[in-house]
T-cell receptor, first 107, second 114 residues
Framework: RKEVEQDPGPFNVPEGATVAFNCTYSNSASQSFFWYRQDCRKEPKLLMSVYSSGNEDGRFTAQLNRASQYISLLIRDSKLSDSATYLC????????FGQGTTLQVKP | NAGVMQNPRHLVRRRGQEARLRCSPMKGHSHVYWYRQLPEEGLKFMVY????????ESGMPKERFSAEFPKEGPSILRIQQVVRGDSAAYFCASSGTGSGTEAFFGQGTRLTVV
C-alpha cells in the first residue's frame, strides 16, 4: 500500500463548480500535511498547509482527519486557472507525495 | 531572498556519461530533498539531506546514483554512466528545521539521455 494515496482523476468540472479531493495516508506517525499544486512540466508549488482544525484560504479549504487518516481539499467557485494537478503530501520525517489528482475546469 | 535554485535547467547527456545536478536551497534552509518525475508520473522521493549528512536515501537506486550536501556550496545529485531510463525531471526542494516546515521547490533539471 502506498504511504499517500490519491484518486488520480481526472476531475472534469464546469467553471463555478465546487470540487473536493480526498487523500489517505497509511503512516499514523505522519506529523504534518500539505497540498501542493503542479502545473504541466513545472515545479510543485505550495498551496496550503493542513491542520486538524481546518485551514481556509479564499476559495480553498483543507481539512485533516487523523482518526480516519485522510486529508481533504475543497475548491469553491472553481476557475479555469485552477486546472492543474493537486498533490497531497505527508511528512513522516521526509516528505512523501501522493501521485496527484488532475483537475480540469471547463468553460 | 532568492528561492531554490537548480541548474542546469536542461541537461543532455549521451549514454555512459555522468550527469551532475546542482541545487542551492533557499537562504536559511538546511534541509534538501531530491525527487524524480518521469513523464506522466508522480514525484518519487529519492534522498533527504541535511548539511553534510544523508538522512534518508531509501529512494535512491543502489548503483550509479549519489547525493551530497556539503558544508559549503550546493547540494549535488550525481548520476554516473547514465542510461536512457534516467531521462526525467529532477526536482530539488528545501525546507527549514522542524517537521512541520513547508518545503519549496526549484524549477527542476530536465535530463535527457540520448
Amino acid at each position: 500500500r502506498k504511504e499517500v494515496e490519491q484518486d488520480p482523476g481526472p476531475f472534469n468540472v464546469p467553471e463555478g463548480a465546487t470540487v473536493a479531493f480526498n487523500c489517505t495516508y497509511s503512516n499514523s506517525a505522519s506529523q504534518s500535511f500539505f497540498w501542493y499544486r503542479q502545473d504541466c512540466r513545472k515545479e510543485p508549488k505550495l498551496l496550503m498547509s493542513v491542520y486538524s482544525s481546518g485551514n481556509e484560504d479564499g476559495r480553498f479549504t483543507a481539512q485533516l482527519n487523523r482518526a480516519s487518516q485522510y486529508i481533504s481539499l475543497l475548491i469553491r467557485d472553481s476557475k479555469l486557472s485552477d486546472s492543474a494537478t493537486y498533490l497531497c503530501v505527508g511528512n513522516t520525517g521526509k516528505l512523501i507525495f501522493g501521485q496527484g489528482t488532475t483537475l480540469q475546469v471547463k468553460p | 531572498n532568492a528561492g531554490v535554485m537548480q541548474n542546469p535547467r536542461h541537461l543532455v547527456r549521451r549514454r555512459g556519461q555522468e550527469a551532475r545536478l546542482r541545487c542551492s536551497p533557499m537562504k536559511g534552509h538546511s534541509h534538501v530533498y531530491w525527487y524524480r518525475q518521469l513523464p506522466e508520473e508522480g514525484l518519487k522521493f529519492m534522498v533527504y539531506l541535511q548539511k553534510e549528512n544523508i538522512i534518508d536515501e531509501s529512494g535512491m537506486p543502489k548503483e550509479r546514483f549519489s547525493a551530497e550536501f556539503p558544508k559549503e556550496g550546493p547540494s549535488i545529485l550525481r548520476i554516473q554512466q547514465v542510461v536512457r531510463g534516467d531521462s526525467a525531471a529532477y526536482f530539488c526542494a528545501s525546507s527549514g528545521t522542524g517537521s512541520g516546515t513547508e518545503a519549496f521547490f526549484g524549477q527542476g533539471t530536465r535530463l535527457t539521455v540520448v
